[in-house]
């Protein structure tokens, strides 16, 4: 079930969400080696690096609720538990200002792992 579940996350993407995933294959992220859609427990996180130790997560308006802020709150102490951090990017800013959202996250994994990635795609 867990994984039909992530199969159908990948292919019913959001446009936000399918815009971010087309840059974390690029250099300098591609090194992290990024997943989508990936089962950590009980959760699913948007994208996930196992090498960073990062969840990044795509945030639509559903998310600012009570109730979704109390779920989102329980499941990033879920994950922190288990060593990853978590960052949220409102779908506006991935669709407005992708540079700065690729920025960000280059700056939370830092520099790609030595002799890792190549120089010929490069982050918008």
């Not at 990853?84 to 800013?93: K, Q």
Request: charged residues 25%; without cysteine.
């Amino acid at each position: 079930m867990t994984l039909t579940r992530a199969r159908t996350l990948r292919r019913t993407m959001s446009p936000p969400e399918a815009r971010l995933w087309n840059v974390l294959r690029l250099d300098p992220l591609r090194a992290w080696h990024f997943r989508r859609q990936v089962p950590i427990g009980p959760y699913y996180a948007d994208f996930a690096s196992h090498k960073a130790k990062l969840v990044v997560e795509v945030d639509g308006g559903q998310h600012y609720t009570d109730t979704a802020q109390a779920y989102d709150a329980r499941r990033d102490a879920f994950l922190a538990a288990r060593g990853y951090r978590v960052t949220r990017f409102v779908s506006t800013d991935v669709l407005n200002n992708i540079t700065g959202v690729a920025e960000m996250i280059v700056h939370l994994v830092g520099p790609p792992p030595a002799g890792r990635g190549s120089s010929k795609d490069r982050v918008p």
